[in-house]
């Protein structure tokens, strides 16, 4: 799918890649092109060498959604997607002003072979305005603790790793993603699924078809409303099982801190 922020860079708490959940930047594999202005929420985290590492949702004109382990970003790019590239513009790269992380983030290791992050959510507060257009405005967030729909297919999107060697897409990646029932995801998520109403968990109909290194902190949108944020994966790299920290679950903290 999308290249989903996850970047083999070792950011924050992205633990080892020897880890069974690598729970950092992770990416999409065989999606399918974004054409302009489809995602226009749909924001790049990246690094000061402007290096991609995250992916993000703009929820607000100084606000952005994402993964609590997407941490160490000082520049929000978001922009158009176009033939073979992003439109690189400097005047659409917003410098950061603060990384708000969930209080209650914490990384908790299972054993020497795999972990996982509790509460892995976080909103960027902005230096100034992004001036909203057709290709750059908000996406709507699900209600407070709004019933995440089962068996029904979302869109995720992203930028990322297209191979497990580290080939970032230069153009936006979606995939389709169906949420899983509760069991299932209990069963087959390697232990890092939260059955506590903090995670959702889904995937794609397709063996080899998902997420891997940078697609973290992306959006995973049903009907136009924001559901999730990515952030975690089974591993190897396109495994059919991704979770999303719950937008529903932790709406009273997005609105204490945005007001959004």
């Known amino acids: 799918m999308v290249s989903i922020k996850i970047c083999i860079v070792a950011i924050s708490i992205i633990a080892v890649l020897s880890f069974k959940l690598v729970q950092g930047q992770l990416q999409l594999f065989d999606g399918i ?3 302009e202005g ?3 929420y749909m924001v790049s985290l990246r690094l000061g060498f402007n290096e991609h590492d995250c992916g993000g ?4 004109s100084r606000w952005i959604l994402t993964a609590g382990h997407c941490s160490d970003i000082e520049t929000v790019k978001y922009g158009t997607i176009v033939v073979d590239q992003y439109k690189y513009d400097p005047n659409r790269t917003i410098a950061v002003k603060n990384f708000i992380t969930h209080p209650d983030i914490q990384f908790i290791r299972v054993n020497s072979s795999y972990g996982y992050i509790l509460n892995d959510i976080a909103v960027i507060e902005l230096a100034e305005d992004i001036p909203y257009g057709p290709t750059a405005k908000p996406v709507k967030l699900a209600e407070r603790n709004a019933e995440v729909p089962y068996n029904q297919t979302g869109l995720l999107s992203g930028w990322g ?3 497990i060697t580290g080939d970032l897409s230069p153009i ?3 995939i389709n993603i169906t949420t899983y029932e509760r069991d299932y995801c209990i069963n087959n998520s390697m232990e890092l699924y939260q ?3 903090t995670n959702i968990c889904g995937g794609s109909d397709k063996e ?3 997420v891997c290194y940078k697609d973290s902190g992306s959006p995973y ?3 136009g409303v924001q559901y999730g944020v990515l952030a975690w994966m089974t591993i190897p790299c396109g495994s059919r099982v991704v979770g999303f920290s719950s937008v529903s679950y932790y709406r009273d903290w997005i609105y204490s801190v945005t007001g959004i």
């Open 33 to 35: 092109d974004a054409v």
């Open 38 to 40: 489809e995602f226009p």
């Open 57 to 60: 949702s703009i929820i607000g």
């Open 161 to 163: 790793f297209t191979t």
């Open 172 to 174: 936006l990646q979606k």
């Open 195 to 197: 059955d506590d109403g």
């Open 208 to 210: 080899g078809r998902g």
């Open 221 to 223: 949108v049903i009907d």
